[in-house]
């Protein structure tokens, strides 16, 4: 089985522009997620999607490998759709699964890449993701944390930021309920991400804003696993200063 690790990186960040060439401690963002992503021995290749020509150039200039995507792709998603059928038109590349990497988690063990691509040595695996148990009630309540509740077949049910289950009695996580916490790692096969950037736009998506939903309403499982360690996603500049070294 041939895997694809793309790691989507788009420069016009609303709230951190620029953000994949934001230095981290003498590397780039962009530099330090590809060179993690790469130590996960499960990817055949591993390259970045992106709409500039500055990321474009560092990632050749590191001696990663790059496609350019168009300003259009409205998702990671569709860019990874994009640079999947790049390499597929340019280069006669053809993958079974696409792994699709945030670009701004730069400090992604392999290991959590390679148990997502664990779910797909079962054929009935279209698409897989991400999930850790949640201890706090800080994060259970968190609008900016996405939860998840999954069936005993452990595919996801519902994705939330609101916390899910409702308790009716209000006690810790812990004493009462295993409640978990999405992280955005995913996995497709390359010919269920053509049907899924095919969906429009789901009414579950908009009243969450979360893009997964689009594809439940659609009737798309999604498997989960599960991982015991934390992502650090660098959504801002004041987040970036608080992983930086003075």
């Known amino acids: 089985m041939k895997i694809l690790g793309i790691i989507p990186s788009r420069y016009a960040s609303t709230r951190f522009p620029g953000k994949p060439l934001a230095m981290i401690n003498g590397k780039t963002m962009i530099q330090r997620v590809y060179e993690q ?16 020509d500055a990321i474009y150039n560092h990632v050749v200039g590191f001696g990663g490998d790059v496609v350019m995507t168009s300003q259009e792709a409205g998702s990671g998603t569709e860019r990874c759709f994009e640079a999947l059928n790049h390499l597929k038109k340019n280069q006669s590349l053809q993958y079974d699964v696409v792994i699709n990497i945030q670009g701004d988690e730069p400090f992604i063990s392999p290991t959590q890449i390679y148990a997502v691509t664990t779910l797909f040595t079962l054929p009935e695996v279209k698409i897989g993701t991400l999930i850790k148990k949640i201890s706090t009630e800080n994060e259970l309540n968190d609008p900016n944390i996405v939860k998840v ?65 689009r594809w439940l309403e659609n009737g798309f499982k999604i498997q989960t696993a599960e991982t015991e360690m934390d992502i650090t996603s660098i959504d801002t500049y004041e987040d970036l200063i608080k992983y930086t070294k003075t």
């Open 37 to 52: 992503a790469g130590k996960c021995e499960s990817l055949t290749h591993l390259v970045v999607a992106t709409d500039h």
């Open 149 to 213: 509740v999954r069936n005993v077949s452990k595919e996801a049910l519902y994705f939330s930021r609101a916390a899910i289950p409702h308790r009716r009695e209000k006690v810790a996580p812990a004493e009462h309920f295993e409640f978990y916490k999405h992280i955005g790692v995913y996995g497709y096969r390359s010919e269920t991400l053509k049907k899924l950037i095919a969906l429009p736009v789901s009414n579950l998506e908009k009243a969450e804003s979360l893009e997964q939903l």
